[in-house]
C-alpha cells in the first residue's frame, strides 16, 4: 500500500510563504501524475497544481505566479512551495498521486492557516 505523508503546514501571516512535502513509500518514477489540492472549511475539495510525466506544471489561476510545485526523485518527495500568501489560500491541503491512470491515493492533509 502507497502511503503519502504531508508535512510543512501550519499558521502564517498574509504575505508569508511556506513550503508543503509529500514524502512517497515509493518512487515517484511509479507515477504518472502528482498533484496537490486543498478544502477549504465548507468547500468542495479543489485543484491546486499538478506535475505529470512528461507533460506540463499546471496551476489554479488562483495560485499562477505564487505558488510552485516540484519533485525530488532521490528523496521520492513532492513539494509546494507557497508565496505571497493571502488569507483566502487558508485550507486542508492534499498531496495527490495516480497510478497508471487508474489508481488513486491521497495523503491525511495538512493545515495551512493564513492569517490577514
Known amino acids: 500500500q502507497v502511503q503519502l505523508v504531508e508535512s510543512g503546514g501550519g499558521l502564517v501571516q498574509a504575505g508569508g510563504s511556506l513550503r508543503l512535502s509529500c514524502a512517497v513509500s515509493?518512487?515517484?518514477?511509479?507515477?504518472?501524475?502528482m498533484a496537490w489540492y486543498r478544502q477549504a472549511p465548507g468547500k468542495q475539495r479543489e485543484f491546486v497544481a499538478q506535475?505529470?510525466?512528461?507533460?506540463?506544471?499546471t496551476y489554479a489561476d488562483a495560485v499562477k505566479g505564487r505558488f510552485t510545485i516540484s519533485r525530488d526523485n532521490d528523496k521520492d518527495t513532492v513539494y509546494l512551495q507557497m508565496n505571497s500568501l493571502k488569507p483566502e489560500d487558508t485550507a486542508v491541503y492534499y498531496c495527490?498521486?495516480?497510478?497508471?491512470?487508474?489508481?488513486?491515493?491521497w495523503g491525511q492533509g495538512t493545515q495551512v492557516t493564513v492569517s490577514s
Open positions: 495527490y498521486l495516480n497510478k497508471w491512470h487508474v489508481y488513486d491515493y
Open positions: 515509493e518512487s515517484i518514477f511509479n507515477f504518472d501524475r
Open positions: 506535475i505529470s510525466t512528461g507533460g506540463p506544471l
